[in-house]
């Protein structure tokens, strides 16, 4: 009845096309989901919109969304670009933030250029530890990485609930006190510094991935492990390297998110963004210029939905089944990018085929 | 004697309450990974399960017709994951991630208009514990599977009867070829592609009903999240379990036991005159690091019915054969 046939060569516009289409068909499915649960679309959109634009002291906490958003799809961009798929960016987040948070608790009273340097760089040893680890045990013993990442995610984040209930906590709530003022990222334009940093990283991520040595060596390896061995590609080495950048990078959101916008350490920091961070990487299909958008506009769902629940006191998850629209139309559609449905015509008995 | 026989009675019975939302959740993830599919939305589909049933029970307070759209539900969010992975081939990690992050947005939509609501009597009368006489006196394990809801022992016999499908019968061997090489099953007849999506849409119906379960039966209540992580841990047990439904009511019950030990233990446990408290975060840990630590052990054993199935996570499209 129907067959589908790959595409010879989809032009770079249809595939523009196709895919703005993909959204637009994915917002007309949420309003109408949207219209059935007994709420109007459109205002819902116009105040998603107004929520994370509408002033300057939204735009800003929106573009706090951003900066995580865009260092986490940096840092697993590196992991998919060799297909480690590393969905451990939110442990590594957190592990990020876990070291950060020890230096600013334990020598809080050092000055801002030792103590934020200092840091910076445990919060990537951490988040860079937690990503080797799967990396080991995949070159050495062949395991799965997809689910040790995934079982790290949920290590690290009892851990952070372990310290905050725990060793960690001050007086008789369960929270750890807040950092010392020189723990603090300061901030540029309103917006705290790490927005520089993420866009430092995405243009060294942009750079390493297609101009240096590890970053051909990590897209033969992507493209197939047998053809990285013929070439002499050091395997082992090369994936345990790159998921050590990809870990640290992620540690380093971790880092800016507890010492800017926290400025302590708690349990639901990382609030899921290693998860988000991952389909925006998958959207933007591994382009770092490409993970300014798609990072823009999940943050811009996620800020458009905080606004929702205090306006039109419609709970802020609106936003996250808005999230799931969007990712299954826009997939769905690359789909047809490379595929084009041809219907067969029945073949009559006896007839020629044809 | 007779005292601590009936504490340890009392502690399974918990155990397995516990462990049964648990268990349903991963026979459900069993049956999606045996035919080559890596499903991340166990927790979204649990919870679409749990507050759609709640909403359907209030409504309409017949529990059962609940549990049925409880199920349905998880039907109609596995055929999203179905449709995209299996007729279009999209991504399983970010489409099961995403069919996560959907599902626990719509479930709080969905629960907004019931959170606090109590449910129907009714609710108690079918789907509560039944005592079985006779068979509930049984020291030890009769009150664990015959003073419980009905869920619990149906939870273990799917389990059994999910055992024998997939070693004894031809559909159930067939559907491990498709997980296993699916252009072999192909080339041998087998439709691959309906196969999976018979066994991911009956997976998912397992997901749902493991959801109304826990807001019907265990919790008797809905809030946001309410399954807080069980999706999760149903994933995690899928491999614990080797992709094995009889060794899933081990790993589910011994997930309820760990569980239940963490209720005492943060009391603290007496022992040589001294109080061990053990915090629950790290007990909270336990599961992850078990199934990290069995993901390790089966690489390492070269017995192939412990491995995952070979296609997992893999796309299979004939025309590309």
Redesign the interface.
């Known amino acids: 009845m129907m067959?589908?046939?790959?595409r010879s060569n989809p032009s770079k516009n249809m595939q523009i096309l196709m895919r703005a289409g993909s959204v637009v068909a994915a917002l007309a499915a949420a309003a109408l989901l949207m219209a059935a649960?007994g709420y109007n679309p459109f205002l819902v959109y116009y105040n998603m919109v107004a929520g994370s634009f509408g002033t300057a002291y939204r735009l800003q906490a929106t573009i706090h969304k951003v900066i995580p958003l865009l260092v986490l799809s940096l840092g697993i961009a590196v992991a998919f670009k060799m297909k480690f798929?590393n969905?451990g960016a939110e442990g590594q987040m957190a592990m990020g933030g876990f070291g950060a948070a020890y230096a600013a608790l334990k020598y809080g009273a050092l000055p801002p250029y030792i103590l934020l340097p200092l840091m910076f760089v445990l919060g990537m040893i951490c988040g860079g530890i937690w990503g080797v680890i799967p990396a080991i045990?995949k070159v050495k013993?062949?395991?799965?990485e997809?689910?040790?990442t995934?079982?790290?995610n949920?290590?690290a984040l009892?851990?952070l609930?372990?310290l905050q209930?725990?060793p960690w906590k001050v007086g008789g709530f369960p929270r750890i006190p807040d950092f010392s003022p020189n723990a603090v990222l300061p901030s540029l334009f309103g917006i705290h510094i790490g927005w520089m940093v993420a866009v430092l990283l995405t243009a060294a991520v942009y750079v390493m991935l297609r101009r240096t040595k590890l970053g051909y060596e990590i897209a033969v390896l992507g493209e197939s492990e047998s053809t990285a061995r013929y070439a002499g590609i050091n395997v082992s080495k090369v994936t345990i390297v790159a998921m050590l950048i990809s870990g640290a990078v992620c540690g380093l959101a971790g880092m800016m998110q507890t010492s800017a916008v926290e400025k302590t350490l708690t349990e639901q920091f990382t609030g899921?963004l290693g998860?988000?961070a991952?389909?925006t990487t998958?959207l933007a299909r591994l382009s770092p210029i490409g993970m300014i958008g798609t990072s823009f506009a999940f943050a811009m769902l996620i800020q458009g939905g905080g606004y929702l629940e205090t306006t039109m006191s419609?709970?802020s998850?609106?936003?996250?089944?808005?999230?799931?629209?969007i990712?299954?139309f826009v997939?769905?559609c690359?789909?047809f990018i490379q595929y084009k449905i041809q219907l067969r015509k029945p073949v009559r008995k006896g007839g020629e085929a044809k | 004697m007779s005292a601590f026989l009936n504490d340890a009675a009392v502690f399974l019975q918990v155990v397995a309450q516990l462990g049964t939302h648990i268990l349903l959740g991963t026979l459900g993830g069993i049956l999606c990974e045996k035919v080559g599919n890596?499903n991340?939305g166990i927790e979204g589909i649990m919870l679409l399960g749990a507050s759609s049933g709640f909403f359907a029970c209030i409504a309409t307070g017949n529990p059962l017709l609940a549990v049925l759209v409880s199920g349905l539900t998880g039907v109609a969010a596995a055929l999203?994951y179905a449709?995209?992975t299996v007729?279009?081939?999209?991504?399983q990690?970010?489409?099961g991630?995403?069919?996560?992050?959907?599902?626990?947005?719509?479930s709080?939509?969905i629960g907004?208009s019931i959170a606090g609501r109590a449910l129907p009597g009714s609710v108690n009368a079918i789907l509560g514990t039944k005592t079985i006489p006779v068979l509930s006196q049984i020291p030890i394990l009769g009150k664990m599977l015959f003073q419980q809801s009905p869920f619990v022992p149906l939870a273990v016999i799917l389990s059994i009867l999910l055992y024998f499908y997939f070693n004894k019968t031809n559909p159930g061997l067939n559907a491990r070829m498709v997980g296993h090489n699916p252009a072999a099953a192909d080339a041998s007849g087998i439709h691959v592609s309906a196969y999976k999506y018979v066994h991911i849409l009956a997976g998912g119906f397992l997901m749902g009903i493991g959801g109304g379960f826990f807001s019907m039966v265990y919790a008797g209540r809905w809030q946001?999240e309410l399954t807080a992580?069980a999706g999760?841990i149903a994933?995690?047990l899928v491999?614990f379990s080797t992709w094995d439904p009889l060794k899933a009511i081990f790993g589910a019950y011994l997930f309820g036991a760990v569980r239940g030990l963490t209720f005492k233990l943060q009391s603290g446990i007496p022992i040589f005159g001294q109080k061990l408290v053990v915090?629950s975060?790290?007990l909270?840990?336990l599961p992850?690091?078990a199934?990290?630590l069995v993901?390790?052990l089966i690489?390492?054993r070269r017995k192939p019915e412990y491995k995952?199935p070979k296609s997992?996570?893999d796309p299979y499209?004939r025309?590309d054969r």
């Open positions: 067959r589908m046939v790959r649960l798929w969905i045990l013993l062949g395991t799965n997809t689910l040790v995934l079982m790290l949920y290590i009892r851990w609930t372990y209930y725990g899921g998860f988000t991952v389909i998958w419609i709970s998850k609106m936003a996250d089944v808005l999230q799931g629209v990712i299954f997939l769905g690359d789909f | 890596l991340l999203i449709f995209l007729s279009l081939r999209c991504n990690v970010v489409i991630l995403a069919l996560t992050i959907f599902g626990t947005g719509l709080s939509i907004s946001n992580g999760w994933v995690a491999i915090s975060s790290l909270d840990m992850y690091l199934t990290i993901l390790v690489t390492l995952p997992l996570g499209f025309e």
